[in-house]
Each structure stands twice: as C-alpha cells, then as structure tokens.
C-alpha cells in the first residue's frame, strides 16, 4: 500500500494539494467508488489520499456499468449493482479483487442493505421483483412479484427486517411484511411517485409526490395518512439529517432546501436559498452539516443543520452528483461525474464563509462517470 510520501513524490497536482494540508488525518478505510462509464469501481485509500486499484467488473466487453455500491461493516466483501444487466457484483475487500457476479433478471433499479446487514435487498424493473440476496451463500433466499412497474423502495428499522415499502409507476404504493411474502396495504395515491422513505424510527412512511409537488406521511402501522405537504419544488432528492429529525427535499422548480420536520405533527419549517440547481445531498453528524451538490454551478453548499445558515460555497468539480460522509464525520466525498474526480472536503476546516475553497482539501481522479460511493473501515 502507497504511503504519504510516495503519493507526494508522484508529483501530481491533485495529489500535492492534499499533501500540503497539515490538518486533518487519514482514515484507515477504502472509498469504494462506482464508476459507470469505466465499467469499474476505483479502490481509493483513504490514509493516503490516493486511487490504490481499479476494480472492473466483469469482462472488458460486458455492459456492466454500476450506479450503487453497499459495503456491509465487517463483510469481507463490498458489493456493486449494475442496473442495465440487472447484475451483482462481489469484490474482495482485503485483496482489491473482483469475485463474482449474480445475474437477477433484466434491469434492475436500487439496492438497499437488510436491517441486520446479513443481505441485501435488490429491486427489480424487468422481472418486476423485490428479492433478498443471503450474502453469506451469495444466493437469492427470498423474492416477491410485484403488481407494477415499480419506483422505488424502503425498509423500515426496528420492525425485525419484515417491513418494507415499495413505490409505483401506477401511482401506488404497497406496504410487505417480508417475512410472510405479503403485501399488508396498498395505498392508492393516483399521482407520479418518487422517492419513498421510512424515518428513522420506522414509524411513518414519506413518500414524494412529484406530480402533486408535495409530500406524503403516512402511519406506518395503520397506513393512515398522517399529513400532505405541499412543497414549493418537485421532490427529487430526499436527505435526512444525522438524527433523523430533519428531512431535506430539493428538486426541479426553485434553487432551494425544503426543510421538513416529520414527527409529532409535520410541516414544511422553511425554505432555503441552496445555490443554483441543488440536487443531491448528504449530512454529517458531528458537527452537523447539510451538503448541497449544485451539478450546474460545480460546486457544494454547506449549512448548519441547526439553524440552517449557509456556512460556505465550495468549488469541487464539474457536475458533482454524488455526496457521501465518512463513518467519522471528517470528510466529505464529493463525486463529480463530468471531470471524472472526487473532491475530498475537510469538514473540521469549513468556517462561515463564501470562499470557494472552504474545507477542500484534495482532488483525487478516480475513473470516468463516478456516480456512487461506499466507505468501508479496514
């Protein structure tokens, strides 16, 4: 493995840049990062700043381009989707190594990790499935046709891994109990469906609106809905901060946040100027920021979760679209699909300020269209 002092020897201008900061330490973990036109995932060391393998999946004249990866803690193993082939994917964590593949159907749409992280849940498009890979047989154990095409999906925490929520085309939305392959509700919403989240306790379902601009809660138990929210956007991109107690909605029709509190009796708090086309987001927990990609603009938004403050603009690329935190808080990754790079953000190093370079504190290259990141301590 490249230590600190052979990475500034290789003279690159990416690589000083990191290498002249004196604040902020390495992290003993690896940026696992997807990128979908190279076909690969790019290993990035996160103690030294630097690409230290790239990963490609499957054979050079395959499609498989991935657009999500989950790294299950203490899994020896991180694993990758390639929705186009409906592909997934297992590389090795200690030898940087491809291992195999799973073919699930068609197309595929999301992944999400089980409560418990002893599987993986994997929506499909064409068969129109939600399916249950056991990672420790690398095997489909549980699966389920759907009535629909299907948007998007959930799972709740604290119901035991048996209640999921699935989004659809025809307007619906079906609540599982997975562990009796059973469709409990069925709400009929009759709009365009986006993104569907449980909060954090489990105990409502958000489901976005597009076509209505607005926001649904709904009681997760009785399926009653609680509340509708009228949003001044379309909901796109759905962020919850660190403790769950915010929800963060940007989208098409205006360059801002909506701020949303979810429990007891919701309503939209506020809205927040977020610079031009904000898009996807991520929040640290300690201390507690909201990153606001703005893919137009090339750079991020930065704000303080507790009272909503713009605390800087950061220039990090162009047509950043993918942030991710790392388990300690003290980075951000920012992942611009267009340059090919990933921003490193230093989130100890951010004051109140608009200077463009608040808190960055490397570019690192890491392959052609990366679009999704998983960091997994080693």
């Known amino acids: 493995m490249w230590n600190r002092r052979q990475i500034c020897g ?10 002249g900061k004196k604040k902020g330490t390495g992290l003993n973990a690896f940026a696992f990062v997807a990128n979908s036109e190279g076909k690969a995932l790019a290993a990035v060391d996160l103690s030294a700043f630097a690409v230290a393998r790239h990963i490609p999946l499957g054979t050079s004249s395959s499609d498989e381009q991935p657009t999500a990866v ?19 994917h297992s590389v090795s964590v200690e030898h940087l190594k491809y291992q195999r593949a799973l073919r699930l159907g068609q197309t595929a749409l999301k992944m999400l990790p089980s409560v418990d992280g002893s599987a993986i849940f994997v929506l499909l498009r064409s068969p129109r499935k939600l399916l249950r890979i056991a990672l420790d047989r690398f095997a489909v ?13 959930d799972l709740a925490p604290y119901h035991d891994g ?32 986006g993104a569907i989240r449980f909060q954090s306790d489990g105990n409502a ?5 597009k076509g209505r601009k607005s926001l649904h809660v709904f ?7 609680v509340a509708e929210l009228a949003l001044a956007i379309r909901p796109d991109h759905l962020c919850f901060s660190s403790d769950g107690g915010q929800l963060f ?16 009796t919701p309503y939209v708090a506020e809205t927040v100027l977020a610079g031009r086309g904000p898009a996807a987001m991520a929040a640290s927990q300690s201390p507690g920021y909201l990153f606001v990609a703005n893919p137009s603009a090339g750079d991020v938004s930065i704000f303080n979760v507790r009272d909503r403050k713009m605390m800087a603009v950061v220039g990090v690329g162009a047509e950043p ?21 990933m921003a490193v953000l230093r989130i100890g190093g951010i004051q109140r300020n608009k200077q463009k370079s608040a808190g960055l504190f490397t570019m690192i290259p890491v392959g052609s269209a990366p679009v999704s990141a998983a960091v997994r301590l080693v």
């Open 10 to 19: 290789m003279g690159t201008a990416a690589l000083l840049s990191g290498c």
């Open 70 to 88: 989950i790294a299950p803690p203490q899994n020896p193993s991180v694993f990758a989707l390639s929705p186009a082939t409906a592909s997934f």
């Open 141 to 153: 154990d549980w699966e389920m046709y759907l009535q629909a095409d299907p948007v998007d999906f």
């Open 162 to 193: 048996d209640l999921a929520a699935v989004s659809f085309t025809d307007g619906t939305v079906a609540l599982v109990s997975v562990n009796r392959k059973h469709i409990n509700r069925r709400l009929d919403l009759r709009s365009e469906l």
């Open 205 to 209: 379902l958000l489901v976005a609106d």
């Open 219 to 225: 009681d997760s138990g009785t399926a009653k809905r």
């Open 249 to 264: 909605v940007t989208g098409e029709g205006a360059d801002v946040v909506c701020v949303v509190y979810h429990y007891h």
């Open 321 to 341: 679209g993918y942030i991710t935190v790392t388990p300690d808080s003290q980075y951000a990754l920012v992942l611009n699909r267009k340059s090919g790079d």
